[in-house]
């Protein structure tokens, strides 16, 4: 599943997105990259100032959502069904990614429409970055302040939630009259089938 999450660094006029992808069932967060974004801001001299400097890196937007799109290939050889909300320009990247024979569904993530329901694993995924990494936050005093540090900060991020942080995933129902749901804790990357227990973080940090 694939989108991009909004912020900024230093203030609001320098605008900052982050393409996300994880993997639809078990939430692997597979990866993410922070990029300047074309500001918007309500000032027109400071929007305007900013987008002159920053044009050549403008230019480079497409490299930079398909460098994150690419690493899905990492966790499957075969062919790759890619989520999505229906901005425009995405089918096109994902189509240049995977080839002409990739399956792109996309969603109106509104809603009303249902959206939401079907965008779900991205947009909580997105949620718990930013109430787990205070550099997302916009009103707050850790707001990122270099970008650099952001990316260095997300690679960190994703080990950690990937390897460390537990979920619950329904496996089933109970058979009485709410049909409550049976859920286990694991890490995505149990869930993957990637580890079968949960590595003890300081052995990591230790090495």
């Known amino acids: 599943m694939f989108d991009e999450l909004d912020t900024f660094e230093q203030n609001r006029v320098h605008k900052i997105r982050i393409p996300v992808i994880v993997e639809e069932k078990s939430y692997f967060f597979i990866d ?7 500001s918007g801001s309500h000032y027109p001299y400071l929007k305007d100032a900013y ?3 920053h044009k050549e890196e403008f230019k480079k937007i497409p490299q ?12 499957s050889a075969n062919k790759v069904t890619v989520h999505s909300d ?24 509104t809603v009303i429409e249902g959206g ?21 936050r916009r009103k707050s005093w850790y707001f990122t302040k270099e970008k650099d540090f952001l990316e260095d900060h997300l690679k960190i991020y994703i080990f950690y939630y990937n390897y460390f942080r537990k979920k619950g995933y329904t496996i089933g129902h109970r058979e009485n009259k709410n049909r409550t749901k049976i859920v286990e804790f694991k890490t995505p990357a149990q869930k993957l089938g990637l580890l079968e227990n ?4 300081r052995y990591i940090v230790g090495r």
């Open 64 to 75: 930079y959502i398909k460098k994150v799109l690419k690493t899905a290939t990492l966790l």
């Open 32 to 38: 993410a990259f922070p990029y300047d974004e074309v």
């Open 51 to 53: 987008n002159d400097a």
């Open 86 to 109: 229906m901005k425009p320009g995405y089918s096109k990247l994902i189509k240049e990614v995977f080839g002409e024979g990739v399956e792109h569904k996309e969603y109106k993530a």
């Open 116 to 136: 939401c329901k079907e965008l779900f694993p991205i947009n909580n995924t997105h949620a718990c970055l930013r109430a787990e990494k205070p550099m997302l």
């Open 198 to 201: 949960v590595v003890d973080p």
